[in-house]
């Protein structure tokens, strides 16, 4: 896919390509990307659930997907909205990516029942009421979290969800000794790499929105196509 936009050349150059430096990270946008797309193939959304130690760089992870559809300084949300809340923002990002910061703020079986039931078994109408027809379409939502622990640690996990919603919760796991962006083979210091985050949570500020939109758009032009891709694959 080219696309020829000053404002998305810009969220290339400045927050995509810098992040191709993370494996994390490239997963986040792909969760991100992958939102659009599921109405279209007949699937379900699903969490990413980023874990590790404080100051690895998972708020800068979240920021990077939150990029895709608006200014990180909006659109990444806190577990500590209440329950209703957190369902209204997922209501209202159908067809995109939901980006919630600092799984530690999670402080109560309703909220983490609400939301997840809400991202995977809401329903939305694809035309206003009053028409004789309508389809009912699920919600389709990719949540991206992060913390310092897995969900599926968290003591009341296994009584609140069931399993069809536990099977769509996938936990990823940073090492302990690394950060988001540790280079495996250990030629960057620590140093360049606070360095190399920090100036990427700045650019997501700077560089937004604009490639999801322009994304939506070229699902809308290919879908023929695209559905018979992911077919063969």
């Not at 699903?46 to 130690?53: E, M, P, Q, S, T």
Request: aromatic content about 10%; proline content about 3%.
């Amino acid at each position: 896919m080219v696309i020829k936009n000053k404002k998305h050349n810009e969220w290339l150059e400045f927050v995509y390509e810098p992040s191709l430096q993370s494996h994390y990270i490239i997963v986040a946008l792909l969760g991100s990307f992958t939102a659009p797309l599921l109405w279209h193939i007949s699937k379900r959304g699903f969490l990413l659930h980023f874990v590790g130690r404080s100051s690895t760089g998972k708020t800068t992870l979240s920021k990077v997907a939150c990029s895709v559809w608006g200014n990180p300084r909006q659109e990444l949300r806190s577990w500590y909205l209440d329950a209703v809340e957190l369902e209204n923002v997922i209501s209202q990002n159908d067809n995109k990516s939901v980006a919630i910061d600092n799984s530690a703020e999670i402080d109560s079986i309703k909220k983490m029942r609400k939301l997840f039931y809400t991202a995977y078994f809401s329903t939305t109408r694809t035309q206003p009421r009053g028409f004789e027809e309508f389809i009912p379409k699920h919600i389709n939502t990719v949540l991206i979290s992060n913390g310092e622990n897995t969900l599926k640690s968290i003591e009341y996990f296994d009584s609140s969800l069931d399993d069809n919603v536990k099977s769509r919760i996938v936990d990823i796991e940073i090492p302990p000794t690394c950060n988001v962006i540790t280079d495996p083979i250990g030629k960057r210091s620590t140093a360049l790499e606070s360095d190399i985050l920090n100036k990427l949570s700045e650019n997501t500020e700077k560089y937004y929105g604009e490639v999801g939109n322009l994304f939506t758009e070229y699902i809308k032009n290919n879908i023929e196509q695209i559905q018979q891709d992911y077919k063969d694959f």
